[in-house]
């Protein structure tokens, strides 16, 4: 399962994209977009529980859009392919396991925007997340303008989009774009990983279901996600895994969530 541009591994229970693009930083043309579309639906047939993102090589997670595919676009085709592009993005948000970036260097515009869509990121030291459209005469289009926004605030997005300053991975967490403290680059796809299995070892549907209120819940009401996570608890309180999970506890053993029926999917 593997494209040029994207290399597409599994390791058990937990699966790798690559960006494979190290000559241009790797860069996102329509190539990679495409790529990451059919490794996503490839994977949503497998039991695969999490998977890691991250980019060839120690310098660059993702130098954004491909400058060579942007030069030239007219107006309705660029409308057209950040369209296709957004989807794909967004697609990566709404995963039904955990996308983890492992931000092994730059991640520039689009890079930026594909690791702000991931469930979490792990980053290198030497990441650094910037957004340099404006100075190109261009604009965030893979969603960076919202989720920036509403990731850290609109005085630090606007900030970062209007100066094209980047930040470093320590600023990144020190504003929660990250939920642990940046780690060597030569470690951090080791450290996505193991994030990777910690995720993986727990119930598979409740995570699903977690993820689901997570993400549905977003786009409503703080009422209507309320009644989307007590109907979301209910199916899961009341499955096989749920009991398989008290069971091993009180039983003072690991659970076999493994052994479970898939049930009622959450
Ligand atoms: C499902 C279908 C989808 C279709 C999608 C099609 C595209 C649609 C576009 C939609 C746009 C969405 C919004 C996003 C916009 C962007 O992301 S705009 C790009 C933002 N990124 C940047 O501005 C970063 C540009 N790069 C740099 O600043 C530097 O290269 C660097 C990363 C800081 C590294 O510098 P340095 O180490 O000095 O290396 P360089 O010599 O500059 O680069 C080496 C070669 O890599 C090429 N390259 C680098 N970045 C890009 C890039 N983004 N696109 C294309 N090529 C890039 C660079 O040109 C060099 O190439 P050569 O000169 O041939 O060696």
Do not use: W
Not at 47 to 59: D, H, K
Not at 232 to 248: P, Q, R, S
Not at 250 to 264: H, I
């Amino acid at each position: 399962m593997s494209d040029d541009v994207l290399v597409v591994e599994r390791q058990g229970p937990v699966a790798q994209l690559r960006i494979n693009r190290p000559r241009q930083h790797n860069a996102l043309n329509a190539d990679v977009l495409s790529a990451v579309d059919r490794a996503l639906d490839e994977l949503a047939a497998t039991e695969v529980r999490a998977i890691v993102l991250t980019g060839t090589g120690e310098r660059a997670f993702s130098a954004g859009a491909d400058l060579h595919e942007l030069a030239g676009l007219g107006a309705d085709r660029a409308h057209d392919v950040l369209g296709r592009g957004q989807a794909v993005v967004a697609r990566i948000e709404r995963s039904p396991v955990p996308v983890i970036a492992a931000v092994n260097g730059l991640a520039l515009g689009g890079g930026f925007e594909i690791a702000l869509a991931c469930t979490f990121a792990v980053l290198a030291e030497t990441a650094e997340l910037g957004l340099p459209e404006t100075g190109l005469g261009l604009m965030p289009g893979y969603g960076g303008t919202q989720r920036l926004a509403r990731r850290v605030g609109a005085p630090v997005a606007a900030y970062t989009m209007l100066t094209g300053e980047r930040m470093s991975a320590e600023r990144a967490y020190g504003l929660g774009l990250t939920p642990v403290p940046p780690v060597p680059v030569g470690g951090v796809v080791d450290a996505a990983h193991d994030l990777a299995l910690r995720v993986a070892a727990r119930g598979p549907r409740a995570v699903r279901a977690s993820l689901e209120a997570l993400h549905r819940g977003a786009d409503g009401s703080l009422e209507s996600g309320l009644a989307l996570e007590s109907a979301l608890a209910g199916v899961v309180t009341g499955g096989e895994e749920a009991a398989e999970g008290i069971a091993a506890f009180l039983g003072k053993r690991t659970p076999a969530f493994d052994a479970t029926r898939g049930g009622e999917q959450a």
